[in-house]
């Protein structure tokens, strides 16, 4: 099947049949090589499109929503499986229909094997631009596909502690003083909160937590704030209310507000929406104190550990979050959170039909698996 017949087929699929297509020929890409016994091995791309069903409306400081689009890629090599995902909530601009072109455009055939990490994701990189999230699923089923290989998971290949894992954050949407309680409550295991605030019932809300619990707080403002020094006494205020750090407190584009904000503010200001890749790493050092880096945002965990190690020889402080998906990106992201001050990795406890398991939050801490690769197994 051709790469456009094969993307056909995906776009037919938004329609909403919703079947795993166990081989499909058009999405894969084959490298042939020798082995030792002569017999060609081969890597074989797929991906399906799932839809990921939230436990809670998600409610940020624009909209709302109850479901999250992910793309499940599997890349296998030698009678093994690598696990890679895309996830990709609507307001990033990335789709199943996208990722699914993408994809198909993907052809493995001039590399030799999976360990030519920094070649393969390159070409995957000049692809096209953008497609930030695709780029990801390949990047992570490459990972995890490697680190099956040689058997090890990808903290140790990286030289990392897993005895170091931060605490994880978890999540508190905007909602009623009663629902936000509730929330709150069902969030007993976790050490530290974090709240979306950027609406106008940001005391409100910050209270109402206060109300039933004194564990820190990490506040998201997804760049809800709209002046400076309105912003500052806000922040002043929440240092007061036991928050640690403050997560893009205003739009990306307000950079001298933000570079003010972060001279005078008592708590760190981290940047989100305003560090995609690399690129933004050195520019964001002289603005924010630290980076939230997500594999979806920056292409995958060979990115995410550059961008980690580059902001810590930068003197800044370093976040590793996620989108909502399921345990295979959140483990993945996992593999590097040794190296994090603080984890945002609660996407996969907001869903309802994760199909894998990985990474665990015991008593609040990320707790890894003893798999190798991304450390993750089919449910
Ligand atoms: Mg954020």
Redesign the pocket.
């Known amino acids: 099947m051709s790469n456009r017949r094969n993307f056909l087929k995906y776009s037919g699929l938004a329609a909403g049949s919703f079947i795993l297509p166990v081989s499909v020929s058009g999405s894969e890409t084959s490298t042939m090589i020798k082995k030792k016994t002569g017999k060609p091995a081969s890597m074989k791309l797929r991906f399906r499109p799932y839809d990921l069903q939230l436990n809670h409306v998600f409610t940020i400081a624009n909209s709302s929503r109850t479901t999250t689009p992910v793309m499940l890629t599997e890349i296998e090599y030698d009678g093994l499986i690598g696990y890679g995902e895309a996830s990709m909530p609507p307001y990033l601009g990335e789709s199943q229909k996208t990722a699914a072109e993408f994809l198909s455009k993907v052809d493995l055939s001039s590399f030799s094997d999976p360990f030519e990490l920094e070649d393969i994701i390159a070409y995957i990189d000049s692809l096209a631009v953008g497609n930030h999230a695709a780029k990801a699923s390949v990047d992570i089923a490459l990972h995890d596909l490697v680190g099956k290989i040689v058997q090890q998971p990808w903290h140790k290949l990286w030289g990392l502690n897993r005895t170091k894992t931060p605490n994880t954050s978890f999540t508190i949407g905007i909602d009623t003083p009663e629902v936000v309680k509730e929330k709150v409550r069902e969030a007993d295991i976790y050490k530290i909160l974090k709240v979306k605030l950027g609406r106008e019932n940001d005391k409100e809300m910050i209270k109402t937590i206060r109300s039933v619990t004194d564990k820190p707080i990490c506040v998201?403002v997804?760049q809800g704030w709209k002046d400076k020094q309105m912003a500052l006494d806000m922040i002043q205020w929440l240092a007061a209310q036991g928050v640690v750090f403050i997560?893009?407190p205003m739009s990306k584009l307000a950079v001298d507000d933000i570079a003010w904000l972060t001279q005078n503010s008592p708590l760190p200001i981290i940047a989100?929406?305003a560090v995609q890749t690399i690129n933004d790493v050195a520019a964001a050092s002289k603005i924010y104190s630290g980076i939230?880096i997500k594999l979806m945002k920056c292409g995958g965990m060979r990115n995410a550990w550059k961008m980690a190690n580059m902001a810590k020889a930068l003197g800044m402080k370093v976040m590793i979050?996620c989108m909502t998906e399921t345990s295979c990106a959140i483990s993945a992201a996992a593999q590097l959170s040794p190296l994090a001050d603080w984890a945002?990795l609660d996407g996969n406890l907001l869903i309802g039909n994760d199909i894998y398991e990985g990474t665990k939050v015991v008593n609040g801490k990320i707790t890894l698996s003893d798999l190798p690769g991304i450390g993750i197994r089919l449910k």
């Open positions: 998201d997804n997560e893009q989100d929406e939230n979050g945002d």
